[in-house]
């Protein structure tokens, strides 16, 4: 496997804020949604979301999510991104929620009683990865052909990312 992929997925998701979900609702039809995130050293990938919202309601229903984490910045054609074919489910653990808080808002945040539980309008998801991939090019005399997806080790890509975090 090109360890080039590798380091570069773990850059994109230490450095990228901003993930796009790709869900589908219950009558199939399919829903992307921009949501900022946090991940921490397993790949596991958090976010906080009204529980009424489409991605969120389409998650309680189908615990199936693909993630795509891009740099949408550059120019055309030089875009790269991680893509992750992942398993969805609500928190619903005071302690796992105060674990992704902490992720955010740093190890002395102070939870409130109830938060992102009970009759409280937001929840935060986790998205566990089963698969991960980068995204490549093929180029004839400098003209675009086709691109096409790398599949990568995700405990590569998880010890890499720890190692940037540092």
């Known amino acids: ?73 550059v120019p055309e054609g030089e875009g790269e991104g991680v893509y992750i074919d992942a398993e969805v489910s609500e928190l619903t653990d005071p302690e796992e929620i105060l674990h992704v808080r902490r992720l955010k808002k740093g190890e002395d945040y102070q ?23 980068m995204n490549d090019a093929e180029m004839k005399d400098g003209v675009f052909v086709r691109d096409y997806k790398v599949e990568l080790d995700i405990h590569a890509v998880a010890e890499l990312f720890k190692q940037q975090r540092h």
């Open 1 to 73: 496997m090109n360890e080039n992929y590798t380091h570069r997925a773990a850059e994109i998701l230490n450095t990228i804020r901003y993930a796009t979900l790709a869900t589908v609702t219950q009558d199939g039809r399919p829903w992307n949604s921009p949501v900022a995130h946090e991940i921490d050293t397993n790949l596991t990938i958090y976010w906080i979301s009204d529980k009424e919202n489409q991605h969120s309601r389409n998650v309680a229903h189908n615990h199936k999510v693909f993630i795509v984490i891009y740099d949408s910045t």
């Open 111 to 133: 939870p409130q009683d109830g938060e992102f539980l009970g009759d409280a309008v937001r929840r935060i998801y986790k998205a566990v990865p089963r698969a991960i991939w």
